[in-house]
Structure formats: C-alpha cells, structure tokens
C-alpha cells in the first residue's frame, strides 16, 4: 500500500502478477498461471454447440449440421428426405423466404377428459412447451413466384402430427383464407392419422376438413397436397388424396393401414418398398415424386398454370 511504481517496479508488476527475482527472470505467480485461467475459463466458457453434427437416419453416415440445413435436411450421401423444421420449410418454399402466420380460432380442450398412461392436457401441455406451436397445424401465407399462396402445414413432432379439432380448424381457417386471397392452397401432411385422445370429434375432422376443401374447388382455386413423411391414417383417408395435383417426396409413407397391421392381417409378405411414395406413383395414387430440392419450383410451375389469373380460358 502506498508504494510508488516507479521506484518499485517489481512490486507493482507483482501486484500484476509477474514477479521478477533478482536475477532477471521472470515469474508468474500463482494468481496468473493458476487462478486467471481458472476464471477465465469459466467466464468465457467455450459453447461446444452439440448439434454440430446430425446423423441420417437413414444411411448413419455423420451430416455437419450446416451442411443439413443448405440441403434442406435431405442427406447428401443417400439422398434420404429427413424431417425438416417448419420454419426452415416455409422459408425454401416461399419467395425471399417471407411469409405471415394465419391466425386460428382455437377450439375447445380435451373434451372427452382423457386420460391414458399420461393425462391429454398433460400430453398437450408437453408438446406445446416442446415446439412452440398450438397444435399439430401450422397455417401461412405469401407468395411464391409471386403467386399468392396459402400453405397448412402438419408438425409432427406435436403428437405424431395426429388430427384432433384444432388441425380440422386449422384446415377450414387455410381454406377460407384461400378464397379471401384467392390464392391456391397447398396442404402438406406430416402425419399419424386421428388423434386417439378426441375419439369422435378427431374422426368428425375428416368429412370437415373434406368439405373445407371442397369450397377452395368450387372457388375454382387449385387445391395442392405435398405428402410428406408419413401421410398414414385418417389424414390419407381424407383430405390428403384429394388433391387436383397429388405431389409426394422420395421415400414417404403414404397410406391407411401401416405395412407391420396389414402384414399381420393378411398373413401375406408386402412387396418391397410397399406404402413408400415412389410405389404409390406407380400404383397411380400421386401424380409425381419430386425431390426437396425441386420442390419450389415445381410448385411454381404448377401454379403458374392452374390459378385462375393464369388459365387460358
Ligand atoms: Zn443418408
């Protein structure tokens, strides 16, 4: 205390840290060489993010992260189509990746109280908190190649994407916002089939969301379903099959029954490959198999020709 720095130096660099003996070395005390970095380190703690790399789900081969997100989730080493974020999907598909959410009323909850191993509101809640949305329907618009668009897409992650009330509000809500727009609507399913836990107001879905579409037809506006990875159940028996333009990516389910329950019923071997996306394009149950990658602009060019602005009369 009170000592002058210039006339002693080496205790005011050892205030620093540095000690130097009387042979001119230099030390550093305990405070830098030990403490310091001890502080330093967990000040500055290095984030290691542990998403840096993904693995496919398919071919096992190790994807950088980076890398997944530039190729919109499919693998480059097999070309396997992954899930892809909502998110990161409506921003590949839509022009300069803009787009608006489209409000839905919200529906009642849990009508039937249910309860299985978990509470419904408990499954909810759960799945709400993991994905951030309401439920399993998300709804947008924008356009895309400047064509006004209207998309409904499923997450699945939100309870397998299964179908209860608030998707079946959801799908009315695209579609009547497609006619207020006049723009085409584009359903994208991601999906189970109906949600077990609202029994007959989830089957009650199926003729609504039919009829909603109905309404985007007789508008004379185009009606386009993206069946994505799994497109299984009531969903399929629905509204997912009904489009003007059925369009379908590389290897997704699409189908009633899965393949293991109709195995088991029939007691008869499946062809290989059965349910998957390019087998039903063979079978004539979509109109075309189309990479990720293409996707936009096959969209583009659909549109281009079937919204009523465009149609040669
Ligand atoms: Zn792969």
């Not at 830098?32 to 001890?38: A, D, E, Q």
């Not at 992260?65 to 999907?89: E, F, S, Y």
């Not at 020709?305 to 149609?311: C, S, T």
């Amino acid at each position: 205390m009170g000592k002058k720095m210039f006339h002693l130096a080496p205790l005011s660099l050892y205030d620093a840290g540095i000690e130097i003996n009387r042979y001119g070395n230099i030390y550093m005390s305990w405070l830098t060489t030990f403490v310091r970095p001890k502080i330093n380190a967990l000040m500055h703690k290095r984030e290691i993010p542990d998403n840096l790399w993904d693995q496919c789900t398919h071919c096992e081969q190790m994807i950088f992260h980076r890398d997944l997100v530039a190729h919109q989730h499919v693998c480059h080493h097999c070309g396997h189509h992954m899930r892809i974020p909502l998110t990161l999907r409506f921003e590949t598909l839509f022009d300069d990746g803009r787009f608006l959410r489209v409000p839905v009323p919200p529906v009642p909850v849990d009508p039937l109280h249910f309860k299985d191993s978990k509470k419904y509101t408990d499954r909810l809640k759960a799945a709400r908190a993991a994905t951030g949305e309401d439920d399993a329907l998300v709804v947008v618009e924008g356009h895309m190649g400047g064509h006004p668009v209207v998309i409904a897409a499923f997450d699945f992650a939100f309870i397998g994407g299964s179908m209860g009330a608030a998707v079946g509000e959801g799908l009315v809500r695209g579609a009547q916002r497609a006619c207020e727009l006049k723009a085409a609507y584009i359903v994208l399913p991601a999906s189970g089939g109906a949600r077990m836990q609202e029994g007959i107001f989830s089957l009650m879905q199926m003729p609504r969301s039919v009829i909603a579409i109905e309404q985007v037809k007789e508008a004379g506006l185009p009606y386009i379903t993206l069946l994505t990875n799994p497109t299984m159940g009531g969903v399929a028996a629905s509204f997912a099959m009904l489009g003007d333009i059925a369009i379908a990516e590389p290897g997704a389910l699409i189908g009633f029954t899965g393949a293991r329950v109709l195995q088991e019923t029939i007691r008869q071997a499946l062809p290989a490959g059965f349910q998957e996306a390019e087998f039903q394009f063979s079978h004539g149950m979509v109109d075309m198999v189309t990479p990720r990658s293409e996707l936009r602009q096959k969209l583009i060019d659909i549109l281009g020709m079937l919204l009523p602005g465009n149609r040669e009369q």
